[in-house]
């Protein structure tokens, strides 16, 4: 199955929650915290504009992104999580 968001809408790929603290100690499962971080993997055509035309998409497929811990909607996708937010709720993107 493949996902297309609408409108301004992004389908990101949290990255997985940290294993390890910095010093070594293996987290359970009820400790991890929800990841910020993920990877773009489908990107709307842009929000609608009162005169009909579609504003540009900032963010891009493939970027990584940081995004609030309560944004967005959380989907899974044959056995794979995904959140769907919309492009104002990305808080920016990461750079290499």
Same mark, same amino acid.
């Given at each position: 199955?493949?996902?297309?968001?609408?409108?301004?809408?992004?389908? @990101?790929? $949290?990255?997985? %929650?940290? =294993? &390890?603290?910095?010093? #070594?100690? @293996?987290? $359970?499962?009820? %400790?991890? =915290? &929800?990841?910020?971080? #993920?990877? @773009?993997?489908?990107?709307?055509?842009?929000?609608?504009?009162?005169? #009909?035309?579609?504003?540009?998409?900032?963010?891009?497929?493939?970027?990584?992104?940081?995004?609030?811990?309560?944004?967005?909607?959380?989907?899974?996708?044959?056995?794979?999580?995904?959140?769907?937010?919309?492009?104002?709720?990305?808080?920016?993107?990461?750079?290499?």
């Amino acid at each position: 199955m493949k996902l297309k968001p609408l409108e301004d809408r992004v389908v @990101v790929k $949290p990255q997985e %929650a940290e =294993e &390890k603290t910095a010093g #070594g100690i @293996v987290l $359970p499962d009820t %400790a991890k =915290e &929800k990841p910020l971080m #993920g990877k @773009v993997i489908a990107v709307g055509e842009g929000k609608r504009l009162d005169n #009909g035309s579609r504003a540009d998409m900032t963010v891009r497929k493939n970027d990584v992104v940081l995004f609030g811990k309560y944004s967005g909607s959380e989907v899974e996708v044959d056995g794979v999580e995904y959140k769907i937010l919309r492009e104002s709720e990305i808080l920016g993107i990461v750079e290499k």
